[in-house]
């Protein structure tokens, strides 16, 4: 078994607080959103974490997920159900990117997208706390991970995805033992069902923020990056803005870091990357809103981030504000330009999202919003084998000659 996995512990967790009122709430029981309606995020007492391990005790461990578990909040590990979840690398994209342009590429977690990392947490917490059946709305990848996780612990769960949802995903959902229904409609009409759902006491509701740990899992990859970046922090993140969660995350990871006095308070630019055809978040950075509203009429390639409206907007504004950081939008031409490129020129083949924060990457550097000496890191969020592909329809017939100057 994985060393990080070996020993049952205490957790660090302090107890839970509205992201908006700082209201207070108890640790160890189930909670959705604050009363204010608003994402719970997780607190943990910081000194005893400083006085328990050092920078030198993470380094030591396997590096996965787990070497952070005195900053995750499962209480007993036996409660974790692992598939494997590996520190992802950061590649150059030397080429179609820049000298200083790294991808971390999340396509690498089970399940092929870094929603293994928030739904890990969260389905290990909803076993810890008790629940047995679990409803999600989702653009793909998060049900494919909810599924897979929930029903290796045994949970029950139903997921409802927009009836354009790549096929492949409302297809590996079911297959890894979900029952899985298409909805026509948005991600948010998914979600109304769901939540009507869980206030008849049907299920848990597990949609994006609407439970406290899914920030937590999401949260590593602030973790890893410091890591990664040997305790410094790179100039500038790109990150695919859905429901934001990944963005969230791992600003409060940075938080909870220099608490610990492992790294400074030099913040990387953050920038939430959408697309045109769904940008409620660059709508409302440009107007200066502390919240945005719902885009009508969605519609992207990159159906990851094809979220109308996020219940967790005001903290992605703020993170984003605060880090010196933009949210920018992309058009479907470039993020396709973007993934062909990368593909080609540097053999990565990126997801459309992952395509999109190179395209943002491109703009920002057009506009004087980053420059070429900056270290930057796009995200790359799930496999590009997940996604359709452009045809390659030659074939060679052996039985004739063959033209070998023509191949
Ligand atoms: C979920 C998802 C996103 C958006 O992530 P959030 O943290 O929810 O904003 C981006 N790309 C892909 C491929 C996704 O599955």
């Not at 009122?21 to 719970?40: I, M, N």
């Not at 608490?259 to 055809?277: C, D, H, N, T, Y």
Request: charged share 25%; aromatic share 6%.
């Amino acid at each position: 078994m994985n060393q990080n996995l070996t020993t049952d512990r205490q957790t660090f967790v302090t107890h839970l607080e509205c992201s908006i009122t700082g209201e207070r709430y108890e640790a160890d029981q189930l909670h959705g959103l604050s009363r204010a309606g608003r994402p719970l995020l997780v607190r943990y007492d910081l000194d005893a974490v400083r006085s328990s391990i050092s920078r030198n005790t993470i380094e030591a461990r396997p590096t996965d997920l787990w070497r952070w578990r005195e900053l995750l909040p499962v209480r007993h590990t036996s409660n974790i159900v692992s598939l494997g979840e590996i520190e992802t690398p950061l590649v150059p994209l030397t080429r179609s990117g820049g000298p200083n342009v790294l991808v971390k590429d999340e396509g690498r977690l089970p399940t092929g997208s870094f929603k293994a990392r928030g739904l890990v947490m969260a389905v290990a917490m909803a076993k810890e706390l008790g629940v047995t059946k679990i409803a999600m709305p989702t653009n793909g990848n998060a049900g494919a991970a909810l599924a897979a996780y929930a029903t290796r612990c045994g949970i029950e769960t139903i997921v409802f995805c927009p009836d354009d949802t790549p096929e492949i995903n409302v297809r590996e959902i079911a297959m890894q033992g979900a029952r899985v229904w298409r909805v026509n409609g948005l991600i948010d009409d998914c979600g109304a069902i769901v939540g009507k759902g869980a206030a008849e006491g049907r299920w848990f509701d597990f949609s994006t923020l609407k439970e406290p740990y899914r920030i937590e899992g999401k949260k590593t990859m602030g973790l890893e990056l410091a890591a990664q970046f040997g305790w410094k922090l790179p100039d500038a993140i790109f990150y695919p803005t859905g429901g934001g969660t990944g963005l969230i995350g791992m600003w409060k990871a940075f938080d909870e870091l220099e608490k610990l006095g492992w790294i400074g308070p030099e913040r990387p630019k953050m920038f939430a990357v959408q697309a045109s055809g769904c940008a409620p978040i660059v709508r409302a950075f440009e107007a200066g809103e502390e919240h945005a509203e719902r885009w009508e009429d969605a519609s992207t390639v990159a159906a990851g981030i094809r979220v109308p409206k996020a219940v967790g907007d005001f903290l992605i504004l703020r993170a984003v504000r605060e880090s010196g950081g933009q949210a920018l939008a992309v058009g479907d031409p470039a993020i396709l330009k973007a993934v062909d490129a990368a593909a080609k020129q540097d053999g990565l083949l990126l997801c459309p999202e992952g395509g999109a924060t190179l395209a943002a990457y491109h703009q920002a550097l057009n506009t004087g919003l980053v420059d070429e000496d900056d270290k930057v890191v796009l995200f790359n969020c799930a496999t590009g084998l997940k996604y359709p592909m452009p045809e390659a329809p030659q074939a060679l017939d052996r039985t004739r000659p063959i033209d070998f100057d023509a191949l």
